[in-house]
């Protein structure tokens, strides 16, 4: 209550200590008290649902989201009626409910098959979104088809064609269906042979993810494009008029109107046929799925495999049959939403990770893993999001925001993380309480369900007896096409084993090599990169391949390389850092972080604002102040998460904490107080201060451009990366010391076990929240390095494809637990990275080294897609995709799929990653005294 206190003096009275401190004014100010309200008021709900039992405590969760809507509201008043303003939102009823309708469809497309996915299998797959885009391309390569393309071409004529809207949607739902239970024979299946927990299910789907997702952009670009079934589905007039009503509602300063009025003379609302049609593909598939699961004897046994796999093995259930036909059903149900999908949206390979994370939402919403509850949590967030939209125009132009409603892309995500606060199994778990409880008063009256007359018992249909819902009986015809797909299956299977094979051959000849090469000095040794003699040896040998590397990569002239190599050291720093703060949130303490990104871009964007002129909304800050204040803040952040987070599972704790990251970045366009340093762009940071430029500029750039061997002052980067490269071994020494005490081994044995830990006396949560707090605070060390690396700060360099993903790949490629591997795994990236920049210049320079190599992939890529595809798309397919008749290989998306494909072997094939964690073992006392003695 002192915080809600505090925050209505604030609002109302220009009081409480935000506005007494003096320190924050003006936007600042009103933004924190918003936080504040918001904070207070929901501890206050988690209060009264602490305190509620039964019924009522049900129902309470049940209203969570209405109280939530409740709340944002009364803050929205508070606020406005502060500022003396007023706002009118529009809500037509019509819209609202039917584009809430919409937008749940959208979501389930992906969400039923997560649902699926994690019922069974138990892990969140990263890579569902992906088999929705699966689909779409498909409906796509179909329109493009000489069979179907003259129906899509044709004029309108006034007439719905369904015939490709239908073909394409059923080939959507059996290709998708092939390519993910292809994945769980490849990739899940050797995962579940080596009992690999769900972390690392979650984290070698997000390498398929990126794999696929690469192949997209290779085959299809980076473009848009539409899925046109028939040009009549285009037309304007191609909707259902509903009649409608608006609802206005007066928040802030009410002179003459009420809090809520109505307009009656309002034009009838067009729901398009395109989106009725995904609305009911979506639910027929919904429905297919509930009858399936629960009339169906292959139904009861996937609910058994997901309830209890061992005991559902004993009880003579085929488990690896079980895992791959749920593969094929969620991702076919992916596909098919897809293809319904394409008709409506703008398809292009990144769309579907914009709707990944809401989809995420929904199933934590209803609970993971509840089908009932993933329709409940679609309903809820879509009908939020249709909301969201007219409340944030009518609130954004009161504030002076007229791009405001850019977020609510973000509004699912604020909603899930307030939800979490208050039910941390979700909706959908109070509803599944609710119903044991109701059958178990059932049965103890001795009442049946079949006693009224209105229950008709459905009779159980063994569906899985029919063929065409299995997906190994494609691989069991004996015709040409059933031994194609044997053939294709096989060929596939051995590549991960061949790479892995080869990552296992690699390490051991390296490991050859080092001591053979110590036997001709005379050292005799066994090299085990699992003690520290053995780590260091194998860092360095591994860290001077990497430099050699590094330097024989081409370049022009002496400046382009000292440019080159300086970049590759700041690179080098600003992902070692990263990799530093993720390795200590999840390899030490073993919290999967999703949101890195969240603290490297709080580090930025603090950096950023508080460094930029005052006259373009900056403070002019000088940089070493704001970085002090940049860790600090993001310090605090990552305290403070640990709280809310606490009874979070760890697969909820990855999701929102990749939900703050897409907040924070979508946040950066919409927000006003997030730009500064220029007012010719609408987005974005820029021309802030650097540190010790003008000291560098001034002679000592001069001097060290002397002394190697420039005929011109060295650059500004040659600072930064010595920077960069003192504050990685900083960073290092302090965490290795760190590491070394009692708080490391307490941060091991939270990782290990966290109830064994709290009985040993150990405060989990504190630990966790210092956990979280430190490696914040390096990750914001590792966004100012980003800041002044690339001089702006824009949106999209919080993009998760591009840093995220590679984190998580530096951290794996180098092995968990082992800082020693977080710097090897990340010069690995920041290489890989550069040497695809090289080959993408190369390919218009005949001069440069890797000229001919490119050539060749470009060469081999155009036979595969001309001669190898041909034979399934049509020429039509190419010419849309290439329109110069070019058919060059993206190289920066072939980086992408190596480093998805990187991820999975090494999960695979060498879990521990090149440098492995070092156990940390006292001594045997007996040993000791022997020694000793």
């Known amino acids: 209550m002192l915080v809600i206190g505090d925050a209505y003096l604030g609002l109302i009275y220009d009081g409480g200590v935000i506005r007494w401190s003096g320190l924050f004014r003006n936007d600042i100010a009103a933004l924190l008290l918003v936080g ?28 969570i989201p209405v109280l939530v809507i409740l709340l944002g509201l009364g803050i929205t008043e508070l606020l406005l009626r502060g500022l003396g303003r007023s706002a009118t939102i529009n809500f037509n009823l019509s819209a609202v409910g039917l584009s809430g309708l919409y937008w749940a ?64 949607s059923v080939c959507a739902f059996l290709v998708a269906g092939l390519a993910g239970w292809l994945i769980d024979r490849l990739v899940y299946k050797k995962l579940r042979a080596r009992n690999a927990t769900f972390q690392v299910m979650m984290i070698a789907s997000l390498g398929v993810s990126m794999i696929v997702r690469a192949i997209l952009f290779i085959r299809f670009s980076a473009n848009n494009f539409r899925f046109v079934p028939d040009k009549d589905w285009r037309l304007t007039t191609s909707v259902i008029e509903t009649p409608t009503q608006t609802i206005q509602v007066h928040l802030g300063e009410r002179i003459e109107s009420g809090l809520v009025s109505t307009i009656h003379n309002v034009a009838p609302f067009g729901f398009s046929y395109s989106k009725i049609a995904l609305v009911i593909g979506v639910m027929m598939s919904l429905v297919f799925l509930l009858v399936f699961l629960n009339k169906t004897k292959f139904g009861r046994q996937m609910r058994a495999v997901g309830d209890n796999p061992g005991l559902a093995a004993s009880s003579g259930i085929n488990l690896e049959k079980i895992y791959g036909n749920t593969s094929f059903l969620s991702a076919g149900t992916a596909g098919l939403g897809g293809a319904l999908l394409a008709a409506i949206l703008p398809i292009n390979p990144m769309l579907g990770l914009a709707l990944l994370l809401p989809a995420f939402a929904v199933i934590v919403l209803g609970s993971i893993g509840s089908i009932s509850g993933v329709i409940f949590g679609a309903l809820i967030v879509g009908l939020l999001r249709s909301i969201s939209e007219p409340l944030l125009i009518g609130i954004g132009n009161s504030l002076d925001r007229p791009t405001a409603s850019g977020f609510a892309e973000v509004v699912p995500f604020v909603f899930l993380v307030g939800l979490l606060l208050l039910a941390p199994r979700g909706i959908g778990a109070a509803l599944q309480d609710w119903n044991i409880k109701r059958i178990r008063n ?24 029919l063929k065409f819902i299995r997906a190994e009986y494609l691989l069991k015809g004996k015709d040409f096409i059933g031994s194609c797909f044997q053939l294709t299956f096989k060929a596939l299977s051995v590549i991960p084993f061949v790479t892995g094979l080869i990552m296992q051959s690699s390490f051991k000849g390296l490991r050859t090599c080092i001591q053979t090469a110590a036997g001709f000095i005379g050292i005799r040794f066994t090299l085990d990169s699992e003690t520290d003699k053995g780590s260091w040896i194998l860092f360095i040998v591994l860290m001077g391949i990497l430099i050699c590397i590094v330097w024989l990569l081409p370049s022009v002239t002496a400046l382009t390389k000292t440019m080159q190599i300086a970049r590759i ?76 987070t606490a009874r979070l599972r760890m697969d909820y704790f990855a999701i929102v904490t990749i939900s703050l990251g897409e907040m924070l970045r979508i946040s950066l366009q919409a927000e006003p107080l997030l730009r500064a340093g220029t007012v010719t762009s609408a987005i974005g940071i820029s021309q802030y201060q650097m540190p010790l430029e003008e000291w560098w500029s001034t002679g000592p750039s001069q001097y060290v451009g002397n002394m190697i061997g420039l005929s011109v002052p060295a650059p500004y980067v040659v600072l930064l990366a010595g920077i960069a490269l003192c504050l990685l071994v900083f960073v290092w020494l302090l965490l290795d010391t760190v590491l070394a005490s009692p708080w490391g081994r307490i941060l091991r044995s939270i990782r290990e076990d966290e109830v064994v830990s709290q009985h040993h006396g150990h405060n989990v949560l504190i630990q966790k929240a210092a956990s979280l707090a430190m490696g914040a605070a390096i990750a914001a060390l590792a966004g100012a390095l980003w800041a002044w690396l690339n001089t702006n700060i824009w949106p999209d360099f919080m993009n998760p494809v591009r840093t995220t993903f590679l984190i998580w790949a530096a951290y794996i490629v180098g092995g968990r637990g082992n800082n020693k591997g977080m710097i090897v795994g990340a010069f ?57 008749g070019e058919i060059l290989l993206s190289l920066p998306h072939v980086k992408l799929s190596l480093v998805g494909l990187v991820i999975v072997v090494a999960l695979i094939a060498a879990s521990k990653g090149l440098l492995p964690e070092v156990p940390k073992r006292p001594k045997h006392r007996e040993r000791i005294e022997e020694r000793d003695v």
């Not at 059932?442 to 007896?465: C, E, F």
């Not at 190369?842 to 897609?865: E, K, Q």
């Open 36 to 63: 504040e309200m918001f904070i207070g008021g929901m501890l206050f709900l988690r209060l009264i649902l602490a305190q509620a039992q039964g019924n009522v405590r049900t129902i309470a969760l049940i209203l």
């Open 105 to 168: 469809a959208v979501y389930l497309t992906i969400g039923i098959g997560l649902t699926l996915t994690y019922k069974v299998q138990g892990f969140a797959n990263f890579a569902q979104a992906e088999m929705m885009l699966i689909g779409s391309y498909v409906a796509l390569i179909m329109m493009w088809s000489d069979t179907f393309s003259s129906l899509s071409e044709a004029p309108p004529d006034g007439g719905l064609n369904w015939e490709l809207l239908l073909w394409s």
């Open 442 to 465: 059932r049965v103890a009256t001795g009442k049946s369900k079949y006693n009224y007359p209105w229950s008709i018992p459905i009779p159980s249909v063994d569906l899985a007896s």
């Open 569 to 644: 050291a700041t690179l080098l720093g600003i992902f070692g850092l990263a990799s530093f703060a993720l390795n200590l949130h999840t390899g030490i303490t073993g919290m999967t972080n999703f949101g890195v990104i969240f603290f490297v871009g709080i580090g930025a964007v603090t950096v950023g604002i508080l460094c930029a002129p005052v006259a373009t909304n900056g403070y002019g800050w000088s940089p070493v102040a704001a970085t002090f204040v940049a860790v600090f803040v993001s310090a605090i952040a990552g305290w403070l998460l640990a709280y809310p």
């Open 828 to 884: 690995v990236i920041v290489i890989v990275e550069f040497l695809f920049n090289i080959m993408v210049a190369s390919r218009g320079a005949a001069s440069m080294p890797l000229h001919n190599i490119t050539n060749y992939a470009d060469a081999i890529f155009s036979w595969v897609m001309v001669n190898v595809g041909g034979l399934v798309w049509s020429s039509k397919s190419l010419s849309e995709i290439f329109p110069r």
